[in-house]
């Protein structure tokens, strides 16, 4: 099982697909590395921006992770376009398009608070630590207790 | 399993996290098939590129 998180953003950025990242990727650009089985992504809602995703996870060919036969259809990105989840296995890892959870707040919201940060000379926005915080602490599943602790400490380990 | 089309106009917070739930567990499924040696190689993995993420450099300047 593969998990390429640089070949991932790469397709993203190069499929112009605009997005911010959050999750357990987001933790390890804030606090700590950590094993995380995925990339999350909030999407801008934009339907062309979206319709630029579906290409891309399905260039990699995406299927879903609860229903493996089943690729990013018509019927798929049309539920995507209003607002549903999708969760795809593609042949470079996991990825967890988020547009709807409690807790975790609107694109532009994201995108407007987010750090510019690259791996391996790929850009991409990750969520502010602050917005991260918020979303962990209304998760509050043992693992999100978990990151709030990394969270708290200084970034640098400094400070005691 | 929700059906994605069917659920697509009606999908609550509460299905969102109910689903969020049920890929947790498949994954953890999946990831149980692995053996001690593969997991530990992945998490390897995981960790050089998680590592390698630094802050942006800023373009044209």
Redesign the interface.
């Given at each position: 099982?593969v998990?390429?998180?640089?070949g991932l953003l790469r397709a993203l950025v190069e499929g112009e697909v605009r997005f911010v990242v959050i999750g357990g990727?987001a933790v390890?650009?804030h606090a700590a590395?950590r094993?995380?089985?995925?990339l999350d992504v909030v999407p801008d809602p934009d339907l062309e921006n979206l319709d630029r995703l579906c290409n891309v996870l399905s260039g990699l060919d995406a299927t879903?992770?609860?229903?493996p036969q089943?690729t990013l259809d018509a019927?798929?990105r049309?539920?995507l376009q209003?607002?549903?989840?999708?969760?795809v296995s593609t042949r470079l890892g996991?990825v967890?398009v988020v547009q709807?959870?409690?807790g975790v707040p609107q694109f532009a919201a994201l995108r407007e608070d987010a750090?510019?940060?690259?791996?391996?000379g790929v850009?991409f926005h990750v969520c502010s630590r602050r917005h991260l915080i918020e979303m962990k602490r209304a998760r509050g599943s043992s693992l999100d207790l978990a990151d709030l602790e990394r969270l708290a400490d200084p970034p640098d380990g400094g400070g005691g | 399993?929700m059906d994605?089309?069917m659920?697509?106009?009606s999908?609550t917070?509460a299905d969102?996290?109910r689903?969020?739930a049920?890929?947790r567990v498949?994954?953890a499924e999946?990831?149980g098939a692995?053996a001690p040696s593969q997991r530990l190689e992945?998490?390897h993995?995981?960790?050089r590129?998680?590592?390698?993420?630094?802050?942006?450099?800023p373009a044209g300047r």
């Amino acid at each position: 099982m593969v998990f390429d998180l640089a070949g991932l953003l790469r397709a993203l950025v190069e499929g112009e697909v605009r997005f911010v990242v959050i999750g357990g990727i987001a933790v390890a650009a804030h606090a700590a590395v950590r094993a995380t089985e995925d990339l999350d992504v909030v999407p801008d809602p934009d339907l062309e921006n979206l319709d630029r995703l579906c290409n891309v996870l399905s260039g990699l060919d995406a299927t879903l992770l609860l229903n493996p036969q089943r690729t990013l259809d018509a019927e798929v990105r049309a539920a995507l376009q209003r607002g549903r989840n999708v969760t795809v296995s593609t042949r470079l890892g996991d990825v967890d398009v988020v547009q709807r959870l409690p807790g975790v707040p609107q694109f532009a919201a994201l995108r407007e608070d987010a750090v510019d940060v690259e791996i391996f000379g790929v850009p991409f926005h990750v969520c502010s630590r602050r917005h991260l915080i918020e979303m962990k602490r209304a998760r509050g599943s043992s693992l999100d207790l978990a990151d709030l602790e990394r969270l708290a400490d200084p970034p640098d380990g400094g400070g005691g | 399993m929700m059906d994605i089309a069917m659920q697509a106009e009606s999908f609550t917070d509460a299905d969102a996290v109910r689903e969020a739930a049920e890929v947790r567990v498949r994954r953890a499924e999946r990831d149980g098939a692995l053996a001690p040696s593969q997991r530990l190689e992945r998490v390897h993995e995981l960790c050089r590129q998680l590592a390698a993420i630094r802050p942006a450099t800023p373009a044209g300047r």
